[in-house]
């Protein structure tokens, strides 16, 4: 929504006119009588009504000029972004050989408000039958069974082991009782295990090579035959994606490698041909039949209304906020004007057909003839032209009320898209061929509109970055900022390069981002990375060597032996102690100031003791015992633990070990 001058005094008539009553025994003792017929009774109404008009518009004035202030040097409220999540189909039956999901499926999982949170498919997809029955890796000289870790939550695998070495071999191995489908196109859906030091590194710029070459082969029945991918968009599994291929027409079953119940099946591989990962690529999964899906809700064809002519029209859609695509549409209209579609395609007939505008940010550079538009992507008001600047839309007498339209345009967004793994089962969209669906990884990047607090704040950094990224602050500052991404928090380490992280490097710049998600370890997905590195290679300096990576994350976890005061509960204090100490570690909601962990922050014994000993209920801790383990090791007795810089910490997905009893009691 627009940026509105807030209400600071909430005070109304009913509590003026009590504040008043209070003080007439100590100005006039010997007035006794407040009830509403008395005449004072009355002039203190009508003087408290006139005070609370006064009060509330003296209190608006500084607030109001500082909206205007923020309007007039472009500062509006973010709007809210949709989540986005990997979607898996299960085909219904496995002799049937394809069934195709249509872009703009719908498919849903129970919000926390029990109301149901639609996403929508962001592109067609062709499912298969064939079931992937099997994966194994080969080292060399063996194969090893890698399935039960690819259907299995929270686990993972490397597909070309631990020290990928040429020859080693990622094979996949498909089960289905009729022919391989042939000429139809293969959608194998990759995450990426980011834990640890497994970080994924962008660099500014386009078109970076992958960090290793694989021949992807197929088995026709005789030998390994060259299989064609399509795309790669995992570059050599260093990044969530999809690998794409043909399916060829001969391929041929065969028993291979470390077959149990299915000895005959239809096997693809990836093999290493040239490897230089600098970390080997470890797999959450990789599963067929699975495509993007955001959380958002494609509306067409509404009618907005008719132009009459006049300069800056606004018009409303009834749908908000509206989502700025991911992918933006290129539309010619019929004479030969291509128009790219960013949020809303807008239409407007003057008398030769319907004609899409061109959505801008504002009118200044255009003229008076070019047909652009203006939305506020909270609100949903569109507005046109004045003459000048932008077009006006000429007045149709054939359709007076309706040459104003909104052929498609996607309405989502909200932190209630983050929904966990396996919530998303819900077809809303009847697929023929189709039984099932899920989300075998959590949905992320949804966030709600930004506060106007968040706004003010902005405001600042925004002023003093300008646009360009040159000191700490403003890389850190335009982190947040980039559109499309899901930014809580950002550092930037100047000198520092991934590659190099014990030398200072000059004219290098890493930041390191933050998302928002409510999860132990918050780590940003491609889509993120991508849009902060895009966003800071554009507004850097020619001179800068940019990188956006993902944090470290130091795994911690405290041992503590409480004694609790008598007449509390034992599991009350011990869930509060728990619950106080994955806040306080916690790496957006931690700290002493509630922020997030700060970066390369030491960890200070006696902050840990003080966390512990203000929750209600804790007498003490019994013989001082506390102790600290970081990823797993024990640190020294009563000592403050550092970290590396630009490191965060998680909690251990097993919780702290907090321990309970009661005094024992004297004889």
């Known amino acids: 929504m627009p940026l509105t001058a807030p209400n600071l005094d909430d005070r109304q008539f009913t509590d003026i006119v009590a504040q008043a009553k209070t003080l007439i025994p100590r100005y006039v003792p010997e007035w006794t009588n407040f009830n509403e017929t008395d005449p004072g009774i009355t002039l203190v109404e009508l003087f408290a009504w006139m005070t609370e008009m006064i009060i509330y518009r003296l209190n608006q004035v500084p607030d109001l000029n500082y909206i205007k202030f923020l309007q007039l040097i472009g500062i509006e409220l973010q709007p809210a972004q949709p989540a986005t999540a990997e979607v898996t189909f299960s085909v219904a039956r496995p002799d049937l050989s394809t069934v195709i999901v249509p872009s703009g499926t719908q498919v849903s999982a129970s919000g926390s408000s029990g109301q149901s949170v639609i996403f929508e498919v962001d592109e067609a997809l062709v499912c298969i039958g064939a079931l992937l029955a099997q994966i194994q890796t080969f080292n060399g000289t063996g194969y090893t069974t890698q399935t039960n870790k690819n259907n299995t939550a929270g686990q993972s695998f490397y597909p070309f082991t631990e020290t990928p070495q040429n020859g080693n071999a990622l094979l996949l191995g498909f089960s289905t009782p009729i022919a391989f489908p042939a000429g139809v196109e293969i959608n194998l859906g990759v995450s990426i295990s980011q834990s640890g030091l497994n970080q994924p590194v962008l660099q500014s710029g386009a078109n970076l090579p992958p960090p290793a070459t694989l021949a992807w082969e197929y088995w026709n029945g005789t030998q390994w035959a060259t299989l064609d991918l399509t795309s790669d968009g995992t570059r050599a599994f260093s990044q969530d994606g999809h690998i794409l291929f043909i399916a060829p027409s ?94 809303v395609q807008l239409t407007v007939d ?122 700490v602050q403003d890389y850190e500052y335009m982190a947040t900022q980039a559109p499309g991404a899901n930014v809580a928090r950002a550092l930037a380490l100047p000198l520092y390069h991934p590659d190099y992280p014990n030398g200072q490097i000059p004219g290098v710049v890493t930041v390191i981002v933050v998302p928002n998600a409510p999860v132990l370890a918050p780590t940003p997905n491609q889509t993120t990375l991508q849009a902060v590195c895009q966003y800071l290679d554009a507004n850097r300096l020619l001179t800068a060597e940019l990188f956006v990576v993902g944090p470290v994350y130091r795994v911690i976890q405290v041992q503590v032996q409480i004694v609790v005061s008598t007449g509390s ?46 929750v209600a209920g804790v007498q003490m801790i019994q013989d001082g015992q506390l102790l600290i383990f970081l990823d797993g090791l024990q640190q020294t007795f009563c000592r403050d633990v550092q970290i590396n810089p630009g490191e965060l910490l998680s909690n251990d997905a097993t919780g702290h070990i907090v321990n309970v009893s009661y005094p024992a009691s004297s004889s």
């Open 569 to 614: 509960d034992l599991a009350t204090v011990q869930n509060a102690v728990e619950s106080a100490l994955t806040t306080f570690f916690d790496p957006l909601q931690g700290g002493t100031d509630g922020t997030g962990w700060p970066f390369g922050g030491t960890i200070y014994y006696s902050d840990v003791y003080r966390v512990i000993l203000n």
């Open 350 to 471: 003057e008398g030769q057909g319907f004609m899409t505008w061109q959505e801008v940010d504002d009118f200044y550079p255009y003229g008076s003839n070019d047909r652009v538009f203006v939305i506020d992507h909270n609100t949903g008001v569109i507005t046109f032209g004045s003459g000048e600047h932008g077009r006006i839309p000429v007045a149709n007498a054939s359709n007076p009320n309706g040459n104003i339209v909104a052929q498609s345009y996607m309405s989502g967004g909200g932190t209630q898209g983050n929904v966990a793994a396996q919530t998303i089962t819900q077809l809303q969209t009847s697929v023929v061929g189709i039984s099932t669906v899920t989300n075998y990884m959590p949905a992320t990047g949804g966030t709600d509109e930004e506060s106007l607090a968040d706004a003010e704040l902005r405001a600042g950094m925004a002023l003093q970055s300008n646009s360009r990224a040159v000191t």
């Open 250 to 343: 001969d391929a041929e079953p065969v028993a291979l490698g470390n077959f149990t119940t299915h000895p005959l099946l239809y096997w693809f591989r990836a093999q290493v041909t040239a490897a230089t990962y600098e970390m080997p690529p470890q797999l959450n999964y990789i599963l067929t039949n699975t495509i993007g899906a955001t959380q958002a809700i494609t509306f067409t064809g509404e009618v907005l209304g008719g132009s009459d002519g006049t300069p800056d029209q606004t018009f409303q859609l009834t749908n908000t906020p509206v989502v700025v695509l991911q992918t933006p549409l290129q539309v010619t209209n019929s004479d030969g004007t291509i128009v790219t579609v960013i949020s």
